[in-house]
């Protein structure tokens, strides 16, 4: 459905892309995770034909972006970064606008959708008059005006209060169950752990990791050990060969080893005169693996 | 000190988040972008929806109103405004009563273009609205191409309405009290009334559109609808400047032949060219600050009639170097807005 291979950009010296190869199936959730300048959103610039590569390709649909965008991005959905409305038209206006440029939607399919963005109310008020989170809620029904077979969203909940992010997740697993395929960028972890099937980390322009949500999870091992000598603790489990990392966190004793057993943990510790008040495996969350994922990368 | 306990919201389940409504598809249907023409059709309904160009169209009436406010009050000082070789008399009357109100107004016009181009480019480019566009496959060149012709649709509307306008208005002069019946009306038309009001139309619209082009050129280069406005209008603006001031460091130069070159070159888009001949010369010489810095230039002290030829040439040069810079920049740069 969509492919890069070897995508590259580059401004003068400075690679802001570097060699991204990656593959997203068709029905696939695909969570596009980096740190603010990762290059995330050069990338979806690429896969929309706005910036060109300086080197390697963009496939969609298995073909090639460079030689035939007028009918591959009509298929294509997308909501870059902050939508960007004329000011001036309605949100209803804007949508017959946007349509325009994919050869015109008729005026029930622009009611329908904005029903689903729950801006029907507000169709008629102009685009200036509009809150951030109604303007990013016209973003999305403009990516989906042309009910398009791929969607790509750049940071969704940008600008919207709880209730909307609550909204927007649902929204997209609602179209994730229209078997649509969709690519989200996003900095904010938690909300790409709701719907995401698989996910790519991206840093420094590369692709770092990638696979399925839960194959990611189940490689960490975080644990969070309530001890009354968190210090002696830290010193007795620091050798041990199992332990990838040893740290005190607000009090607590935080440990990386996916393969140890939370028996196995309070035997040790409590063969050693450290009985525990508490064993929690915190599963070490997307936010952690993706900070170490990022951090060594970066070499920190 | 009373204390009271820590209290957390209470969830209500009678008032869920709604059910966001179903979906639907729009089976069987393949998109292509949209072609030229359908581009330009978004863009005119862009326009026509935009109030703004409702108000400059106004404002570009309001001038050619106030410029026959001030030939009505010319007209009517004298005793003999309507008589032959004065200011409404004479073969001439109708093309005068009807061509002076469009050249006076014009320049306002000038102002107005520069900023609809600045406007409908660097206001995309400044808003990211740009990306929107573009990311859906539309073919850029048909995108710019599509924002000329709309455009350009604008500048005839709005050279047409003053037409309409002085066209309507010149009848009323008959009212005044020293007009006696002497006062052009549409009913004296005739063919080289029409040839030179048509020239006088031709001129402007090619005035218009090459102000246009100033303004969306330099807003595309820059990216910005401020700077490229700005700039537009400082051109606008600082030609009368410069073109007083070129002719005069040419002499001290004694490089008359260059700087009369470079002030063909420069503004000779700027001219009254189809028509300068047919304006009177007391009329003429007052134009000179307004417009027309060479067909009624300083130096010469008098109108200079600019050949057919040049009047196609110079603006067509001029057309191709902004049309051109705007149509590479557009296609080729990178949209990072």
Redesign the interface.
């Known amino acids: 459905m969509l492919q890069t291979v070897g995508l590259t950009k580059s401004y003068g010296k400075r690679l802001a892309v570097n060699g991204l190869n990656l593959e997203v199936a068709r029905g696939e959730v695909f969570g596009f995770l980096g740190p603010n300048g990762a290059g995330k959103t050069t990338t979806i ?1 690429m896969l ?5 590569p300086t080197f390697g390709e963009v496939k969609l649909f298995g073909q090639s972006l460079s030689q035939n ?8 959905g ?1 909501l ?10 309605s949100g209803r ?1 804007n949508l ?3 349509g ?5 939607v008729d005026a029930r ?1 622009i009611e ?1 959708v904005l ?2 963005v729950g801006l029907r109310e507000r169709g008629v008020d102009r685009y200036s008059t509009y809150s951030l989170g109604m303007k990013q809620r016209l973003g999305v029904g ?1 990516a ?1 005006l ?2 398009p077979e791929l969607i790509i969203l750049d940071e969704p909940g940008n600008g919207l209060d709880p ?1 909307g992010i ?2 927007m997740r ?2 997209i697993r ?2 994730a169950q ?1 078997h649509k395929t969709i690519f989200v960028s996003s900095h904010i972890l938690a909300e790409i752990r709701q719907f995401c099937t698989r996910i790519g980390i991206v840093r420094a322009g590369q692709l770092i990791a990638t696979g399925g949500v839960d194959e990611l999870l189940r490689s960490a091992g975080r644990w969070e050990i309530e001890v009354e000598q968190p210090e002696k603790a830290c010193r007795l489990l620091s050798p041990v060969p199992v332990m990838r990392s040893v740290s005190m966190e607000q009090g607590k004793v935080v440990i990386d080893a996916p393969t140890i057993r939370g028996r196995d943990l309070i035997y040790y510790l409590a063969q050693n005169g450290i009985w525990p008040d508490s064993v929690h495996r915190g599963g070490e969350d997307l936010e952690h693996i993706f900070l170490r994922l990022t951090d060594k990368e970066a070499g920190l | 000190m009373s204390q009271t306990g820590w209290s957390t919201p209470s969830f209500s389940p009678q008032s869920p ?1 709604p ?8 089976p069987g ?1 393949t ?4 072609n030229l023409w ?2 330009t ?2 863009e005119l ?2 326009l026509w ?4 160009v409702w108000a400059m169209l106004g404002l570009d009436l309001f001038f050619v109103l106030a410029a026959y406010a001030v030939l009505v009050f010319y007209s009517s000082k004298t005793s003999d405004g309507f008589t032959a070789g004065h200011l409404l008399g004479g073969a001439n009357a109708l093309t005068d009563g009807i061509g002076q109100p469009m050249t006076l107004g014009r320049r306002g016009g000038e102002f107005i273009a520069a900023a609809l181009g600045g406007l409908a480019f660097g206001g995309e480019f400044s ?13 850029r060149a048909s995108y710019l191409g599509a924002k000329f012709l709309a455009l350009i649709a604008v500048c005839a509307a709005m050279v047409l309405a003053e037409l309409v306008m002085s066209a309507v208005l010149v009848n009323f002069l008959d009212l005044l009290p020293n007009a006696h019946g002497h006062a052009p009306t549409l009913l004296n038309l005739n063919g080289p009334t029409f040839l030179a009001l048509a020239g006088v139309c031709f001129g402007t619209f090619e005035n218009f559109v090459l102000c246009l082009l100033l303004g969306a050129t330099v807003s595309i280069i820059s990216r910005s609808a401020a700077f490229g406005i700005a700039a537009a209008f400082g051109y606008l603006i600082g030609e009368d400047i410069a073109a007083q001031i070129i002719p005069v460091i040419g002499k001290s130069l004694h490089v008359v032949p260059l700087s009369d070159f470079v002030n063909n070159l420069l503004f000779t888009t700027n001219l009254n060219a189809f028509y300068a001949n047919t304006l009177p010369k007391f009329l003429a010489s007052g134009l000179d600050r307004l417009d027309g810095v060479i067909a009624c230039n300083t130096t010469a002290k008098a109108c200079e009639t600019v050949s057919t030829g040049q009047s196609f040439l110079v603006p067509l040069i001029w057309a191709l170097i902004l049309g051109g810079v705007s149509v590479y920049l557009f296609i080729k740069r ?4």
């Open positions: 610039r929309l034909n706005l910036i060109k965008p007028r009918s591959l991005l009509p298929r294509v997308a870059i970064e902050q939508p960007a409305f004329q000011s001036y038209l206006d017959v606008v946007v325009g440029y994919t050869g015109g399919r329908e029903e689903i403009a989906l042309t009910d209730a609550v909204e649902e929204l609602q179209l229209m | 988040l059910a966001p409504p179903v979906i639907s598809t729009l249907q998109r292509q972008a949209a359908q581009l059709y978004n309904y862009k929806k935009r109030r703004l808003s990211g609205a740009i990306r929107l566009v573009l990311s859906r496959g539309v073919n990178d949209v990072l807005q």
